[in-house]
Nanobody, 125 residues
Framework: EVHLVESGGGLVQSGESLRLSCVASGFPFGAYGLAWVRQGPGKELEWVSSISATGGVTYYADSVRGRFTISRDSAGDTLFLQLNKLKTEDTATYYC??????????????????RGQGTQVTVSS
């Protein structure tokens, strides 16, 4: 069973940073592309960033490119998202997600059906 557990969220001020983590289990970590998605208050679920199974390819939504960095650590089966220069519009519940197929990466939300319980990020002005 795919199990994804996020942590690292919190309340910060605009311009500050956070680092989110997601520990994965229940599947071969190095065989799957992963992603971060988020859902802000009153908004639909939104894809944020993806990373390939090897970590060599990454994609970012325009709204976070240059401020967020996705990475993964195969030794610890952990996915990370470094959030810098946070804005109030980044306020959301952030979920890590696994691609539905091995060795694939995409920017489509529906390709990442396996998600954790989420971690809340709140950015105040």
């Amino acid at each position: 069973e795919v199990h994804l557990v996020e942590s690292g969220g919190g309340l910060v001020q605009s311009g500050e940073s956070l680092r989110l983590s997601c520990v994965a289990s229940g599947f071969p970590f190095g065989a799957y592309g992963l992603a971060w998605v988020r859902q802000g208050p009153g908004k639909e679920l939104e894809w944020v960033s993806s990373i390939s199974a090897t970590g060599g390819v990454t994609y970012y939504a325009d709204s976070v490119r240059g401020r967020f960095t996705i990475s993964r650590d195969s030794a610890g089966d952990t996915l990370f998202l470094q959030l810098n220069k946070l804005k109030t519009e980044d306020t959301a519940t952030y979920y890590c997600a696994r691609h539905k197929s091995q060795y694939r990466i995409s920017t489509r939300l529906n390709d990442y059906p396996y998600r954790g319980q989420g971690t809340q990020v709140t950015v105040s002005s």
